[in-house]
Protein backbone atom coordinates (compact mmCIF):
# COMPACT_ATOMS: atom_id res chain seq x y z
CA UNK A 1 0.00 0.00 0.00
CA UNK A 2 1.27 3.72 -0.58
CA UNK A 3 1.95 5.85 2.18
CA UNK A 4 3.54 9.23 3.07
CA UNK A 5 5.81 10.62 5.72
CA UNK A 6 6.07 14.24 6.71
CA UNK A 7 9.27 14.53 8.53
CA UNK A 8 8.79 16.85 11.76
CA UNK A 9 5.13 18.20 12.92
CA UNK A 10 6.58 21.63 13.68
CA UNK A 11 8.27 23.85 11.16
CA UNK A 12 9.23 27.72 12.90
CA UNK A 13 11.12 30.09 10.20
CA UNK A 14 11.33 33.59 10.27
CA UNK A 15 9.39 36.23 8.00
CA UNK A 16 11.82 36.18 4.67
CA UNK A 17 13.56 32.68 5.06
CA UNK A 18 13.87 29.90 3.34
CA UNK A 19 10.63 26.97 4.16
CA UNK A 20 11.21 23.44 3.16
CA UNK A 21 8.63 20.96 4.40
CA UNK A 22 9.65 17.60 4.04
CA UNK A 23 7.82 14.44 2.24
CA UNK A 24 8.70 11.04 1.46
CA UNK A 25 6.16 8.65 -0.17
CA UNK A 26 6.04 4.65 -0.67
CA UNK A 27 4.65 3.57 -3.94
CA UNK A 28 5.48 0.78 -6.52
CA UNK A 29 3.95 2.51 -9.31
CA UNK A 30 4.28 5.80 -10.51
CA UNK A 31 2.57 8.41 -8.18
CA UNK A 32 0.41 11.47 -8.17
CA UNK A 33 1.00 13.84 -5.38
CA UNK A 34 -0.38 16.14 -3.60
CA UNK A 35 0.35 19.09 -1.17
CA UNK A 36 -2.30 20.87 0.61
CA UNK A 37 -2.68 23.36 3.06
CA UNK A 38 -5.16 23.86 5.55
CA UNK A 39 -6.20 26.92 7.56
CA UNK A 40 -7.65 27.17 10.79
CA UNK A 41 -11.35 26.16 10.85
CA UNK A 42 -10.71 25.63 7.09
CA UNK A 43 -10.89 22.76 4.83
CA UNK A 44 -8.07 21.17 2.29
CA UNK A 45 -6.97 23.68 -0.11
CA UNK A 46 -4.72 22.44 -2.71
CA UNK A 47 -1.10 23.71 -3.15
CA UNK A 48 0.15 21.74 -6.02
CA UNK A 49 0.18 18.26 -7.63
CA UNK A 50 2.55 16.33 -9.45
CA UNK A 51 1.18 14.13 -12.11
CA UNK A 52 4.57 13.25 -14.12
CA UNK A 53 4.27 15.92 -16.26
CA UNK A 54 7.23 17.61 -15.07
CA UNK A 55 9.38 17.24 -11.85
CA UNK A 56 9.40 20.61 -10.50
CA UNK A 57 5.95 21.75 -9.85
CA UNK A 58 5.24 25.65 -9.17
CA UNK A 59 1.95 25.94 -7.10
CA UNK A 60 -0.43 29.12 -5.65
CA UNK A 61 1.14 31.51 -3.27
CA UNK A 62 4.86 30.98 -4.38
CA UNK A 63 5.19 27.40 -3.17
CA UNK A 64 6.61 24.94 -5.18
CA UNK A 65 8.00 21.29 -4.93
CA UNK A 66 10.55 18.95 -6.81
CA UNK A 67 9.80 14.77 -7.46
CA UNK A 68 12.94 13.14 -6.73
CA UNK A 69 11.94 9.47 -8.00
CA UNK A 70 15.38 8.41 -6.37
CA UNK A 71 15.07 9.60 -2.75
CA UNK A 72 11.01 8.54 -3.15
CA UNK A 73 10.66 12.60 -2.42
CA UNK A 74 8.41 15.77 -2.80
CA UNK A 75 9.37 18.37 -0.61
CA UNK A 76 7.77 21.53 -0.70
CA UNK A 77 9.75 24.73 -0.90
CA UNK A 78 8.57 29.05 -0.37
CA UNK A 79 12.13 30.91 -1.00
CA UNK A 80 10.53 33.83 1.51
CA UNK A 81 8.27 33.23 4.09
CA UNK A 82 5.53 35.38 4.53
CA UNK A 83 3.26 35.39 7.94
CA UNK A 84 0.17 34.45 6.14
CA UNK A 85 1.74 31.02 5.49
CA UNK A 86 1.53 30.10 8.80
CA UNK A 87 -0.73 26.65 8.76
CA UNK A 88 -0.79 23.22 8.86
CA UNK A 89 0.52 21.69 5.31
CA UNK A 90 -0.32 18.42 4.22
CA UNK A 91 1.29 15.90 1.51
CA UNK A 92 -0.73 13.21 0.34
CA UNK A 93 -0.38 10.52 -2.45
CA UNK A 94 -3.38 9.22 -4.65
CA UNK A 95 -4.06 5.99 -4.74
CA UNK A 96 -7.34 3.78 -6.10
CA UNK A 97 -9.74 5.87 -7.61
CA UNK A 98 -9.60 9.42 -6.05
CA UNK A 99 -8.92 7.77 -3.02
CA UNK A 100 -6.06 10.47 -1.12
CA UNK A 101 -3.58 9.07 1.28
CA UNK A 102 -2.21 12.06 4.00
CA UNK A 103 0.57 12.08 5.96
CA UNK A 104 0.36 13.73 9.74
CA UNK A 105 0.88 17.08 8.59
CA UNK A 106 3.26 19.68 9.13
CA UNK A 107 2.19 22.68 11.09
CA UNK A 108 4.68 25.90 9.84
CA UNK A 109 5.00 28.78 12.08
CA UNK A 110 6.58 32.15 10.93
CA UNK A 111 7.94 34.80 13.10
CA UNK A 112 8.28 38.28 12.69
CA UNK B 1 -18.22 29.18 -8.94
CA UNK B 2 -19.45 28.05 -5.29
CA UNK B 3 -16.93 25.90 -4.18
CA UNK B 4 -18.28 22.46 -1.82
CA UNK B 5 -20.66 23.27 0.83
CA UNK B 6 -20.85 21.22 3.58
CA UNK B 7 -23.96 21.21 6.32
CA UNK B 8 -24.20 21.63 8.93
CA UNK B 9 -20.70 23.12 10.53
CA UNK B 10 -21.55 21.93 13.88
CA UNK B 11 -22.99 19.18 15.55
CA UNK B 12 -23.25 17.71 18.98
CA UNK B 13 -24.67 14.54 19.77
CA UNK B 14 -24.64 11.73 22.36
CA UNK B 15 -23.21 8.19 22.29
CA UNK B 16 -25.25 5.49 20.80
CA UNK B 17 -27.48 8.61 18.64
CA UNK B 18 -27.01 8.52 14.89
CA UNK B 19 -25.94 11.54 12.53
CA UNK B 20 -26.54 12.68 9.06
CA UNK B 21 -23.67 14.75 7.21
CA UNK B 22 -24.50 16.67 3.77
CA UNK B 23 -22.03 17.78 1.51
CA UNK B 24 -22.79 19.40 -2.16
CA UNK B 25 -19.86 19.55 -4.97
CA UNK B 26 -18.55 21.99 -7.45
CA UNK B 27 -21.59 21.94 -9.97
CA UNK B 28 -20.05 19.67 -12.77
CA UNK B 29 -18.15 17.46 -10.21
CA UNK B 30 -19.51 13.92 -9.93
CA UNK B 31 -17.28 12.29 -7.36
CA UNK B 32 -17.72 13.28 -4.03
CA UNK B 33 -15.42 11.81 -1.46
CA UNK B 34 -15.55 12.02 2.64
CA UNK B 35 -12.60 11.98 4.72
CA UNK B 36 -12.30 11.97 8.89
CA UNK B 37 -9.61 14.20 10.60
CA UNK B 38 -8.76 13.68 13.85
CA UNK B 39 -5.54 14.69 15.82
CA UNK B 40 -4.69 11.42 16.68
CA UNK B 41 -4.78 9.87 13.17
CA UNK B 42 -4.80 12.32 11.30
CA UNK B 43 -6.65 12.49 7.61
CA UNK B 44 -8.53 9.28 6.63
CA UNK B 45 -10.26 8.47 3.44
CA UNK B 46 -14.25 7.07 4.16
CA UNK B 47 -15.31 6.45 0.88
CA UNK B 48 -16.03 8.10 -2.88
CA UNK B 49 -19.62 8.12 -4.22
CA UNK B 50 -19.36 8.52 -8.33
CA UNK B 51 -22.46 8.20 -10.25
CA UNK B 52 -24.15 7.35 -7.32
CA UNK B 53 -22.42 3.98 -6.76
CA UNK B 54 -19.94 3.68 -3.88
CA UNK B 55 -16.54 3.50 -6.08
CA UNK B 56 -14.16 3.12 -3.36
CA UNK B 57 -13.98 2.65 0.55
CA UNK B 58 -11.66 3.38 3.52
CA UNK B 59 -11.16 0.69 6.63
CA UNK B 60 -13.84 2.18 8.71
CA UNK B 61 -17.18 -0.11 10.15
CA UNK B 62 -19.98 -0.37 8.88
CA UNK B 63 -21.38 2.06 10.81
CA UNK B 64 -20.10 4.60 8.30
CA UNK B 65 -22.60 4.98 5.34
CA UNK B 66 -22.77 7.01 2.65
CA UNK B 67 -24.89 7.76 -0.63
CA UNK B 68 -24.61 10.02 -3.22
CA UNK B 69 -28.32 11.42 -5.07
CA UNK B 70 -28.48 12.39 -8.82
CA UNK B 71 -27.31 15.54 -8.55
CA UNK B 72 -24.28 14.69 -6.78
CA UNK B 73 -25.04 15.48 -3.54
CA UNK B 74 -23.67 13.40 -1.30
CA UNK B 75 -24.62 12.40 2.82
CA UNK B 76 -23.04 10.24 5.32
CA UNK B 77 -24.43 8.77 8.22
CA UNK B 78 -23.04 7.21 11.20
CA UNK B 79 -24.87 5.34 13.32
CA UNK B 80 -24.39 4.26 16.64
CA UNK B 81 -21.92 6.82 17.87
CA UNK B 82 -19.01 6.64 20.27
CA UNK B 83 -16.53 8.85 21.71
CA UNK B 84 -13.94 8.27 19.24
CA UNK B 85 -16.03 9.32 15.83
CA UNK B 86 -15.67 12.96 17.80
CA UNK B 87 -13.49 14.60 14.18
CA UNK B 88 -14.02 16.83 11.33
CA UNK B 89 -15.23 15.33 8.59
CA UNK B 90 -14.32 16.48 5.40
CA UNK B 91 -15.96 16.09 1.79
CA UNK B 92 -14.12 16.83 -1.16
CA UNK B 93 -15.51 16.80 -5.05
CA UNK B 94 -13.74 16.19 -7.98
CA UNK B 95 -14.45 15.49 -11.77
CA UNK B 96 -13.31 12.22 -12.24
CA UNK B 97 -11.69 11.63 -15.35
CA UNK B 98 -9.80 9.21 -16.66
CA UNK B 99 -10.07 6.81 -13.37
CA UNK B 100 -9.61 9.80 -10.95
CA UNK B 101 -6.46 9.35 -9.42
CA UNK B 102 -4.56 12.54 -10.76
CA UNK B 103 -7.89 14.43 -10.15
CA UNK B 104 -7.44 17.60 -7.93
CA UNK B 105 -10.04 17.20 -5.32
CA UNK B 106 -11.40 20.41 -3.61
CA UNK B 107 -12.68 20.15 -0.26
CA UNK B 108 -15.27 21.70 1.94
CA UNK B 109 -14.89 23.46 4.72
CA UNK B 110 -15.60 20.59 7.12
CA UNK B 111 -18.59 19.29 9.88
CA UNK B 112 -17.16 19.31 13.26
CA UNK B 113 -19.05 16.50 14.96
CA UNK B 114 -18.32 16.23 18.55
CA UNK B 115 -20.29 13.09 20.06
CA UNK B 116 -20.62 13.30 24.24
Known amino acids: AQSVTQLGSHVSVSEGALVLLRCNYSSSVPPYLFWYVQYPNQGLQLLLKYTSAATLVKGINGFEAEFKKSETSFHLTKPSAHMSDAAEYFC??????????FGKGTTLSVSS | KAGVTQTPRYLIKTRGQQVTLSCSPI?????VSWYQQTPGQGLQFLFE???????NKGNFPGRFSGRQFSNSRSEMNVSTLELGDSALYLC???????????????FGPGTRLTVL
Open chain 2, 92 to 106: ASSRRTSGGAADTQY
Open chain 2, 49 to 55: YFSETQR
Open chain 1, 92 to 101: AVSEAGTALI
Open chain 2, 27 to 31: SGHRS
